[in-house]
């Protein structure tokens, strides 16, 4: 079945700098890409969702890209606040009936 | 705003004991999921379905039980509870009738210590 990969499990950046993670995945069938966002002691909301035909989405404060050919998946957050510590978890899957596969998750501590 | 509502927040159970952990979601959605979350793994898929009496395997099934009794409430049941099954465990519901529209509406999970 799918696997997901996401890189690194924790990361540590000051205000103001950019953070950038990373999910692989094996499927090549891979259609829809999710990525979610878990507050401290809180759920999970969706943070963006891409579609194989764009590669480029663009959100308030960050981007995320899929490179195709090398499976890869990426969540740029381009300045990064205090507001953005949470965790962060991609989510994969190839087709409508199929189940969603999520990477291990990031978490992210900003650094005023 | 889709609404999830699991209970209980917090379990503390003994190996070998039974639990049920309950979920119920308000906005009609057809699926729903229950998911366990632990450091380094991320979430994994236990059981899902996609409608009343409908039933589905997920990728970490074993011990688990699940039951679908209406389209609201979702139930999970740990029959016999081991130390491996202490995780935070998150009941989800989506609406999968379209791609443009889909996206995991998640509780606010259920902590469960098994001693």
Redesign the interface.
């Known amino acids: 079945g799918e696997q997901v990969e996401q890189r690194p499990p924790h990361l540590s950046v000051r205000e103001g700098d950019s953070a950038v993670i990373t999910c692989t995945y094996t499927d090549p069938n891979s259609y829809y890409f999710f990525w979610y966002k878990q507050e401290p002691g809180a759920s999970l909301q969706l943070l963006m969702k891409v579609f194989s035909s764009t590669e480029i989405n663009e959100g308030q404060g960050f981007t995320v890209l899929l490179n195709k050919k090398d499976k890869r998946l990426s969540l740029n957050l381009t300045a990064a606040h205090p507001g953005d510590s949470a965790a962060y978890f991609c989510a994969v899957r190839y087709n409508a009936g199929a189940k969603l596969t999520f990477g291990g998750g990031t978490r992210l501590t900003v650094r005023p | 705003e889709a609404a999830v509502t699991q209970s209980p927040r917090n379990k503390v159970t003994v190996t070998g004991g039974n639990v049920t952990l309950s979920c119920r979601q308000t906005n009609s959605h057809n699926y729903m999921y229950w998911?366990r979350q632990d450091t380094?793994?991320?979430?994994?898929?236990i059981h899902?379905s996609y409608g009343a009496g409908n039933l589905q395997i997920?990728?970490v099934p074993d011990g688990y039980k699940a039951t679908r009794t209406t389209q609201e409430d979702f139930f999970l049941l740990l029959e016999l509870a081991s130390p491996s099954q202490t995780s935070l465990y998150?009941c989800?519901s989506s609406d999968?009738t379209g791609?443009s529209n889909?996206?995991?509406f998640?509780?606010?999970?259920t902590k469960l210590s098994v001693l």
């Open positions: 998911y380094g793994h991320g979430l994994r898929l899902y997920g990728d998150f989800a999968r791609i889909e996206r995991l998640f509780g606010h999970g």
